[in-house]
């Protein structure tokens, strides 16, 4: 008997048994002896997992937190929104070649242009609200939330913080998962 053998009969019999019962120790088993014997995981066990996950992300709350942004997905889909905010904002000052918003005009007073005939904050809020227009997952596109969002990441990226890098992943999975 080889290797691969010995493998695809544990394999097909755990296969078998999560089609039968979906136990969860069943893909435990399953993942955990891939991982130990380093073999790829079989594809019914890649969908098991992922939809497990899929079903986790949807329905799980994070602990303690209250409100409409309890469940892991709603508190995505808020970050999400702020991290394009917070990209268009900087999409604007790349190409008006600056690195931070100037600093708001002052109460009272309209806003002007700087001495070196930079654009103002409320241009360059206002640009990056028209990018954002047509984005149904920016969701608010007003001045004021997309100033909060560029602040929020801001001050999250400069502490190092993940929370809005969604630019360091992608989201694939294969057909089958739901």
């Known amino acids: 008997m080889s290797h691969q053998e010995f493998y695809d009969g544990y394999l097909n019999g755990w296969k078998k048994h999560w089609e039968e019962?979906?136990?969860?120790p069943v893909l435990f088993s399953?993942?955990?002896?891939?991982?130990?014997?380093?073999?790829?995981?079989?594809?019914?066990?890649s969908l098991a997992v992922l939809n497990l996950i899929i079903d986790n992300f949807n329905t799980k709350s994070m602990p303690g937190a209250k409100g409409a942004?309890?469940?892991l997905k709603s508190r995505?889909?808020?970050d999400?929104?702020?991290y394009l905010r917070w990209s268009a904002v900087?999409?604007?000052?790349?190409?008006?070649?600056?690195?931070?918003?100037?600093?708001p005009a002052k109460p009272g007073r309209p806003s002007i242009k700087s001495k070196s005939d930079e654009p103002t904050r409320d241009f360059l809020l206002s640009e990056a609200m028209r990018i954002l227009s047509k984005n149904k997952y920016a969701q608010s596109v007003t001045q004021d939330a997309v100033e909060e969002s560029y602040?929020?990441?801001?001050?999250?990226?400069?502490?190092?913080?993940?929370?809005?890098?969604?630019?360091?992943f992608q989201l694939i999975a294969p057909q089958n998962a739901t």
């Not at 399953?30 to 066990?45: D, F, H, Q, S, T």
């Open 69 to 71: 942004h309890a469940r």
């Open 21 to 24: 019962t979906g136990l969860l």
């Open 76 to 78: 995505m889909v808020k």
């Open 90 to 103: 900087r999409s604007c000052l790349f190409l008006a070649g600056l690195n931070e918003l100037p600093e």
């Open 30 to 45: 399953a993942v955990g002896m891939c991982g130990e014997w380093k073999i790829p995981l079989p594809e019914w066990a």
């Open 151 to 168: 602040i929020i990441v801001r001050d999250s990226r400069a502490a190092s913080e993940h929370r809005f890098r969604f630019e360091d």
């Open 80 to 82: 999400y929104a702020h």
